[in-house]
C-alpha cells in the first residue's frame, strides 16, 4: 500500500481533474487495509470534503507560464487568459 500511495503522489498530471486523490484516500483508509471493506465503502465511508481537494497555486502558475512559453508570448499582457483562449489549438489542425 506505500508503494501505491508513493505512485500516486509522485503521479502528475496538470490541467485535468482526476480520481487520484480519491484513489489515495482509499489506500489510506483503514477499512481498505484491513481488507474489510465492502461495496458500499463509497455510500458509507466517503464524502468529497474527505480530500481536501485545494488547488495548488505553483502548478497553477507553473502552467500557466509554460502556456505563455508555449505560445511563443515574450510580453507581458494584462489577460492573459483572452490570449490563451484565443490561440488556436494545434490539436484541432492536425492532420491524420
Known amino acids: 500500500i506505500d508503494r501505491m500511495v508513493r505512485a500516486i503522489d509522485e503521479y502528475k498530471i496538470v490541467g485535468l481533474e482526476t480520481t487520484m486523490p480519491f484513489c489515495k484516500y482509499v489506500m489510506q483508509h483503514e477499512l481498505f487495509i484491513d481488507g474489510s471493506f465492502d461495496t458500499n465503502f463509497v455510500a458509507n465511508h466517503f464524502s468529497p470534503e474527505d480530500l481536501n481537494s485545494k488547488p495548488n497555486e505553483d502548478i497553477e502558475h ?12 515574450t510580453k507581458t499582457t494584462t489577460n492573459t487568459t483572452t490570449d490563451l483562449r484565443s ?3 494545434k490539436w484541432r489542425t492536425r492532420k491524420f
Open 62 to 73: 507553473l502552467a500557466a507560464l509554460l502556456a505563455i512559453e508555449i505560445l511563443g508570448s
Open 87 to 89: 490561440a488556436e489549438s
